[in-house]
């Protein structure tokens, strides 16, 4: 899902008065950042320099603090839908953008791994490697995760994000991307905004009909988790799985179970 602004919207916003020039607050904010670092500032210093200007009604300083009072934590505001956050008064798509890409940066460097692709080979690890960034979202987010033979991480592609209820999601979704991918197993990630990671009819129908279609054209599906802030829930690991794969199916329950034995000791 794209949220951009339009040239016109940001013209329309400079004719009603927005300031473009940085205020007072947000060049001390700049001035200690460039002398003593970004973790001298506080959150609402943070923000108002990512939003970069206010609205014609506040300055960016209070914008950035009246967002903070607003919800609980950073996280609640990570976790908001783009278009739910662009329509909070004085924000716009522009700033949304900007303030939301810079928590998914954050993210993204807090648990790349500088050594090597990520071995997804259990459903815990899967969980360890995705929950900080699905388990607090506020909106479906479906990705497929790509793997290789020994069951690396290759790429990591958003599918949709909505309710498998409400989107018209079918297995060709999943695979196009998928297929020019040139991965040799798939393995669907989705989150439960409610907590309750316990599969809906939707999200064991969906899973089936992916299963079949990755039999067919030769890329298995090892399995389909679902997180929830109350934990997770893997069809594999319960079992749910329907078709009979071969390789890479194995693999994964081999490493997993040895996995699950290694963490007994």
Same mark, same amino acid.
């Given at each position: 899902?794209?949220?951009?602004?339009?040239?016109?919207? !940001?013209?329309?916003?400079?004719?009603?008065?927005? /300031?473009?020039?940085?205020?007072?607050?947000?060049?001390? #904010?700049?001035?200690?950042?460039?002398?003593?670092?970004? /973790?001298?500032?506080?959150?609402?210093?943070?923000?108002? %320099?990512?939003?970069?200007?206010?609205?014609?009604?506040?300055?960016?300083? *209070?914008? *950035?603090?009246?967002?903070?009072?607003?919800?609980?934590?950073?996280?609640?505001?990570?976790? %908001?839908?783009? =278009?739910?956050?662009? =329509?909070?008064?004085?924000?716009?798509?522009?700033?949304?953008?900007?303030?939301?890409? *810079?928590?998914?940066?954050?993210?993204?460097?807090?648990? #790349?791994?500088?050594?090597?692709?990520?071995?997804?080979?259990?459903? #815990?690890?899967?969980?360890?490697? %995705?929950?900080?960034?699905?388990?607090?979202?506020?909106?479906?987010?479906?990705?497929?995760?790509?793997? $290789?033979?020994?069951?690396?991480? &290759?790429?990591?592609?958003?599918?949709?994000?909505?309710?498998?209820?409400? !989107? /018209?999601?079918?297995?060709?979704?999943?695979?196009?991307?998928?297929?020019?991918?040139?991965?040799? #197993?798939?393995?669907?990630?989705?989150?439960?905004?409610?907590?309750?990671?316990?599969?809906?009819?939707? $999200?064991?129908?969906?899973?089936?009909?992916?299963? &079949?279609?990755?039999?067919?054209?030769?890329?298995?599906?090892?399995?389909?988790?679902?997180?929830? /802030?109350?934990?997770?829930?893997?069809?594999?690991?319960?079992?749910?799985?329907?078709?009979?794969?071969?390789?890479?199916?194995?693999?994964?329950?081999?490493?997993?179970?040895?996995?699950?034995?290694?963490?007994?000791?």
């Amino acid at each position: 899902m794209k949220n951009t602004a339009s040239s016109h919207g !940001c013209f329309i916003a400079w004719q009603a008065g927005v /300031s473009r020039k940085p205020t007072k607050h947000s060049l001390d #904010a700049r001035e200690r950042l460039l002398r003593i670092g970004a /973790s001298a500032l506080s959150n609402s210093e943070l923000i108002a %320099l990512i939003l970069g200007t206010g609205s014609a009604q506040k300055n960016v300083a *209070a914008l *950035a603090t009246e967002l903070l009072n607003e919800f609980p934590s950073l996280r609640h505001i990570r976790g %908001l839908d783009p =278009k739910q956050l662009s =329509k909070k008064p004085g924000i716009g798509s522009a700033k949304a953008s900007r303030l939301l890409a *810079a928590f998914e940066l954050g993210s993204r460097a807090n648990h #790349a791994n500088p050594d090597s692709d990520p071995v997804l080979n259990s459903s #815990a690890a899967v969980d360890q490697h %995705l929950r900080p960034r699905l388990a607090h979202l506020q909106q479906e987010h479906l990705l497929a995760l790509c793997l $290789d033979t020994r069951l690396r991480l &290759k790429r990591e592609l958003p599918v949709a994000i909505g309710g498998l209820s409400s !989107c /018209s999601l079918r297995p060709a979704d999943v695979f196009r991307p998928v297929l020019s991918e040139g991965a040799s #197993a798939v393995l669907l990630v989705h989150n439960h905004p409610s907590g309750d990671p316990k599969p809906s009819p939707e $999200d064991e129908q969906f899973t089936h009909q992916v299963e &079949k279609a990755g039999a067919l054209l030769g890329i298995s599906l090892v399995d389909h988790i679902i997180i929830g /802030s109350e934990g997770y829930f893997s069809f594999n690991d319960q079992k749910m799985l329907l078709v009979a794969q071969d390789g890479q199916k194995r693999i994964f329950n081999t490493l997993a179970n040895s996995g699950k034995k290694s963490t007994k000791k």
